[in-house]
């Protein structure tokens, strides 16, 4: 047995960018960064279970197979002409969209006691029982780990594009060795833990961590 983390990242203020991701450039990713793009990931989940590498040409057929995604909506970070970290949003709502068909009650007063401080500030919105909501999953995200800084700023500007877009989550999938999930419990969320299970039945069983979630496998 094997723990993912289901990270839910709530979308509510303009998210302050640090003043060292002014010497970075942050771009929507274009062809002629896949290659680079396509390194760095390569080297981020070197070894992990499930990962297969991607050439340039994989990758490319990646972002144009998956509905809701493609090349517009993966985000690189360059310094110096060198990308330091990419990060793709998935729009998952070009499959379904998404209701709680019952909420148990604590989340109906938050989210009465939320509705109601909305009138004096900005607050994390939670949907009513029934209410249809979209949201946009993290996937293909890689960094310089010497430099999470990058990192940082990178999951700040998706937090600003997602605002402009109207959506209210950000939702990761990641193993909890995965180096962004630090970076991710340090802002206002809600942590699921999803349980894999594996048997062999002839043969023993291969180290299951730490496992590379594929974003594909979410897609019916």
């Not at 990242?9 to 640090?18: P, T």
């Not at 493609?70 to 690189?76: K, M, P, Q, S, Y």
């Not at 039945?201 to 590379?212: A, H, I, M």
Request: glycine share 6%; net charge negative; aromatic share 12%.
């Amino acid at each position: 047995m094997d723990d993912i983390k289901n990270v839910y990242v709530l979308v509510y203020k303009r998210a302050e960018i640090s003043a060292p991701w002014m010497s970075y450039s942050v771009e929507r990713m274009k062809k002629d960064d896949i290659g680079s793009a396509v390194e760095l990931i390569n080297g981020y989940y070197r070894g992990w279970i499930h990962f297969e590498p991607f050439t340039a040409e994989s990758f490319e057929s990646h972002l144009s197979r998956i509905p809701g995604y493609g090349l517009d909506n993966v985000w690189v970070a360059e310094d110096g002409g060198e990308i330091i970290a990419c990060a793709g949003l998935w729009d998952c709502s070009t499959l379904a969209d998404f209701c709680y068909a019952r909420e148990p009650l604590s989340w109906k007063a938050m989210g009465l006691v939320l509705r109601s401080l909305s009138r004096f500030t900005r607050v994390p919105r939670i949907a009513r029982e029934g209410e249809y909501f979209k949201f946009h999953f993290l996937t293909d995200c890689a960094f310089d780990q010497g430099n999470p800084d990058c990192m940082k700023s990178l999951l700040s500007h998706i937090n600003n594009v997602l605002l402009e877009e109207g959506r209210s989550s950000l939702v990761a999938m990641v193993d909890p060795e995965e180096p962004v999930f630090p970076l991710l419990k340090k802002r206002q969320l809600q942590i699921e833990t999803w349980h894999l299970f594996d048997k062999s039945f002839d043969r023993p069983l291969p180290d299951f961590s730490p496992l590379y979630a594929d974003i594909r496998d979410m897609i019916p």
